[in-house]
């Protein structure tokens, strides 16, 4: 937001017994050369005003957006879930396969148990 006499940037600042008030004031040419304040306000009744407007522009659609994020979020999220798990399959099936043939060698022939071992 810009002020609206030297069109500075505002500082926001809050005050209150929580520092949960708003005010905004133009203080940037006070900080950088000394010159006097030019404006200073009350930021409830405008962080107000503000937010009705973007509710009233954002509320519908917004509701719709996020449920269709999420549902698209769940959706990717199964798809992750089943590639891993179909990848975990088929680690078992090769640690499985390796077993199988580790023990299926005639202990005998070190060189091919050696291989398999490696494996």
Request: hydrophobic residues 40%; glycine residues 8%.
């Amino acid at each position: 937001m810009g002020c609206r006499r030297c069109g500075r940037k505002l500082s926001a600042r809050y005050s209150g017994a929580k520092h949960n008030i708003p005010r905004y004031s133009c203080c940037r040419g006070q900080l950088d050369n000394g010159e006097p304040k030019c404006i200073a306000f009350g930021g409830l009744r405008v962080d107000d005003a503000i937010e009705e407007v973007l509710l009233h522009v954002v509320g519908p659609g917004a509701i719709e957006a996020a449920v269709e994020a999420h549902a698209q979020a769940a959706l990717q999220r199964d798809q992750v879930r089943e590639a891993l798990c179909r990848d975990l399959e088929a680690a078992r099936y090769v640690a499985d396969r390796a077993f199988r043939q580790y023990d299926a060698t005639d202990p005998a022939n070190r060189l091919v148990a050696a291989e398999l071992e490696a494996r």
